[in-house]
């Protein structure tokens, strides 16, 4: 029933991004920096059609065609040839492809950086007049002539007004707020941003945004897209961190995930797309498009994104060319690194990333030695690099704020430091990392990964309110509740009302036992919040705490109030039937379940609410199917597994029962209940040998329970074990010598022997 | 191999080009409706700014709201402004659509003989040359880049520092010496027509 609260509610992700080749590239690429090992020698007289053609075809086409990133097309000999002068400086000086990491720091698996010996082969054409060859040598150009590079996507969402670039002038950053409109959850595999305009765009980051909380920051002219270079939105009161990368380039538009590492959109979420635009030198209208792919498979694994950073010291004076920011980051797990994105501004020259591994190995993430935000993106790597608990992460970055720095947006150079103006700068590396060998019931490895990424970052600013909530909240997942609690009230010295700490303070409190303590704090939150949505989570909690209580008279005024301030909250109308349902005024709970459905139709507790109310009523296709949507809505729930489970075996679906049990299980491994449930079923079934195991783990689990031996040895019976049920039945004798089952049981035996 | 750029005029160098007169019967290109143009300078001018482009060079279309400040600002002072199209493949219908696309308000020329190209010494678009109206007859005071914003193909300054174009127009109208370009022209190199 509780909502979830452990969470990062002012997240430092700003930028999330995934860069996964688009099959299109798969199917082209072939020269990367790794070819470089095995030198193979130009040819002497290289021609378009037979030698360069199929280079530029991998390497710039991707870009270079009509409706591409590209200024101008390169599809055909005449295109090449009109643009050779400019193709012989730009792959020479390697400003394209555009590939900033240098080789040998990082095995990327995106890698377009050419060949040296593509590279000479382009040069060599070059000045040997440019030669086209026997055109029926030439590879066949690539094909561009479908917007959706997978299809037609499940969901595309559109920026409400289109954008005007003005013609000319600097380069712009823009935010545009795309909300999510279905009424339903959705795992997303795939994302493909289409600009419109793919020519004014250099690069596009996608940002969820959870809570709408950049909306907020602009009621009145969100519609119309925000200014603005770096974003921070509020992720809300569950613990879900960016993890994905989501980023589009010219040449990579779609993004695909790993089919375990679907990304989910909720209701009230939205997209936001971070936009860095360039003028053409006339007006542009950027109408862009997200299309999303949905998939029905949760995903099963996790990564999250870490950031090392060192804003806090950015204070560079004027003229200095080699002013030098170190972060370090030491891991509490070992998780596979998945990808960076290191980021600065303008300022940032040389950009290094690296980890050294317990045994004093270093593995180099990524160096760029000639940093340059216009060609910026996230790298990911061939193989994942395997960190070992207890490696370093470590960043190192160089900036040049003389007048030698020809991006010094400053001139003369002046005092520059950390802001979210392009004018301003900025030192992050963001480290992709998937947990591994965890272990199956430990604590989740992202919490522990946030309290030592909170840490850190408290090192570098003591008191800072964000480090502080954040930790406490990961403490608070951990259910190390006094730290948790120690820490909130850090949070709240420094912010005394603050409705959202009072909030998760108080759901620590309920964490550690001391609910009325956790009573008190939420009420108190209601009266600070005012309206909003921090007076909804305040008075949902609050009922909660309540009925969780069994306080039923405070409860129901609570949620009553609840669904009058926040008529639009769901949850609070679930919370309302709850009340109403331990109150036994089942046809008024059975209203409010629906009032909750009503807003949100996959409102889990409601679901459930509803499933078991027409469970005891005895209709069991309904409770059946409320219970299986709750179950797809939820799929870790075990309490929805549990409900379902019950109803099945009422219906006489044993099978179906067996596998909801079992999900439960999986879910509460330590819950012996479960395994008697289990062992009752399988009972059912015939499975006595399974049966037995299972009593036997719940046995385990609760060795003190007299009714668990004797059905034991009832079980022990049934396979004609005699000698092993008459010594479950005496177990069960010693623990309530006054068991009647028991004694009936055992002089069954007697009289049977 | 050509050169994508060729190095700035020396400070204050004066490139007459004898014998060219604006009422003489020289002809420039041809405007936009195929018309033959032989006079680049009207009575009142005094100075004339070639802009040479292409209609598919990225670099030089970012400039042309560069230019319409430009002319904005020297037009009425006596600056006369041609963009001046020397690539074989910028027809008069290519030019005319780029210029209604991109809101060019300035003259427009196709240089079908390069005869313009030849006299400004341009390589590059874009790339442009000044102009002084002087005895009926126009002398180059200056040639090369507009500003400093791009430093090279891939290197781009976030705004310009140092207007050169601007400071040429200005010092040509004020009858003062004309500083050369501080950089080479950064851009897409012109398609010679082959002699």
Redesign the interface.
Known sequence: MMRRRIACAVPLCAVAVVLVSSGRDSVLAGSGATQASHVVKPVASPTWSHDVAPIVYAHCSTCHHPGGGG??SLLSYGEAR??A??I???TK?R??PPWLPEPGYGDFADDRRLSDHDLEMIQTW??KGMPEGNPAEAPAAPHYDSVWLLGKPDLILKVQHPYVL??????VFRNFILPYPLKQAHYIRAIQIVPGTP?IVHHANVIIDRTESLRHQHPNDWEYGVPGMELVVDSGNRFDPDSHFLFWKADTPVLTEPADMAWRLDPGNDLILNMHLK?????ETLDAQVGLYFTDEAPTKHPMLLQLDRDDVLDIPAGDAHFVVEDSLKLPVDVDVLGVYPHAH?LGHDLEGWAILPSGEKKWLVWIKNWDI?RQSVYRYKEPIYLPKGSVLHMKYTYDNSADN????N?PPIRVKAGNR?VDEMSHLWVQVLPVHVAPHGPDPRLLLEVAWMKNRLTKLPGDRIGLYNLAAAYAGLGEYGEAIATYEQVLHLAPNDPGTLIALGAAMEGAGKWQEAEEMYRKAVGAAGGGRERCDAGFDLGAVELHHDDLTHAEADFKAQVEACPGDASGHAGLGDAYASEGRLDAAEAEFHASLGIDAENEAALLGLGELEENAGHLDDAMQHLSEASRVQPDSAEVHEQLARAYAQNGELGKALTELRATAALKPEDPTIHSALAQVLTATGDVDGAIAEQRTALKLMENDPDGWNNLGVLEAKLGRNAAARADFEHALRLQPEHAQAKANLARLGAER | ??L?YHCAILLGLIVSWAGLRAEAAVTFGVDLKGHPVSRLAEASDRVVVLIFAAS?C?I???????IDQLHTEFGSKGAHFWWVFPNP?DTAAIVLKHNH???IHEDSLLDTKQTLVRMAHARITPEAAVFVVRAGGLSEVYHGRIDDRY?????????P?RDDLEQAIAAALAGKAVQGPGGPAVG??I?FLQP
């Open positions: 200024p101008f009109r643009w002068p400019q012989a400086i730009v000086s400003f394209m070059i000045r003005r013609a000319g002038g600097s380069d020519q003028p053409s030198g006339k007006p303008y216009d020809v991006h010094n947006p001139s392009s | 191999m050509r994508p598919d990225p030089a279309n970012r400039y042309i709201p560069v493949d696309d991109f809101s430093i090279s193909l891939g290197q781009e300054r976030p705004r520092q897409c190199s398609e």
